[in-house]
């Protein structure tokens, strides 16, 4: 691939332990979700008008155990975790090797974009309140569900003309095959990465010298 102007990045296995969300972020809106709908009325009418059935809580803890990339869930579950964030109960995980790669991107003149299937307000939690710090004046931007499904190439193709960037001049990187092909048949650059180390393109952000 040609050399890259900016990078977009997964969060799930890419920047971030997997564990986090499934271990800390999941049980953590499980636990918060009936409370904070009562106590925010008027904030979630709007989106609980899109999630179905008569029982929204019930609902929405089904969508929670099955994982389902819903935009009213992301949006609800980013609103619980903000609050979490600010009590500071809750700290963002990033890999070690997360930081020192945004720092070194952000200082070639690299811009580094975060396309996650959770709410771009999740997304911006997490790296405001990682383990490392404040991460977001290093990120250039977010992308999530409402742009389009992470396995499908014209979602790529949107981020890439909201960025301004030839798709060749876009790398991204994620931990899921699927992924990789659908960014791939837009025409960008795409690294699967196995932090595990299984068959991958790399297992560190750290191999990816721009």
């Not at 999630?51 to 929670?64: F, H, N």
């Not at 992301?74 to 700290?91: C, S």
């Not at 095959?177 to 791939?184: G, N, S």
């Not at 048949?185 to 932090?195: C, P, Q, S, V």
């Amino acid at each position: 691939m040609t050399q890259p102007k900016a990078v977009l990045l997964d969060i799930e296995g890419t920047t971030s332990s997997i564990a986090f969300v499934t271990e800390v972020l999941f049980p953590y809106a499980v636990k918060h979700l009936a409370e904070y709908i009562a106590d925010h009325s008027e904030v979630v009418v709007p989106i609980l008008a899109e999630v179905p059935g008569d029982d929204k809580v019930a609902t929405l803890l089904e969508w929670i155990a099955e994982d389902r990339k819903a935009t009213p869930l992301k949006t609800l579950q980013g609103l619980i975790w903000a609050q979490g964030y600010a009590e500071g109960t809750l700290k963002g995980h990033v890999y070690p090797d997360t930081p020192e790669a945004l720092r070194r991107w952000y200082t070639a003149g690299v811009a580094v974009y975060i396309y996650s299937s959770g709410s771009i307000a999740a997304q911006k939690l997490i790296f405001g309140h990682s383990i490392a710090g404040d991460l977001t004046p290093m990120l250039s931007g977010y992308f999530d569900t409402t742009t389009g499904s992470k396995r499908e190439a014209e979602s790529y193709t949107r981020i890439a003309a909201a960025t301004g960037c030839d798709p060749e001049k876009l790398l991204f990187v994620s931990d899921m095959q699927a992924e990789i092909d659908a960014a791939r048949a837009a025409g960008m650059g795409a690294l699967l990465i196995d932090r595990n180390g299984g068959p991958a393109d790399i297992h560190s952000l750290a191999e990816i010298r721009l």
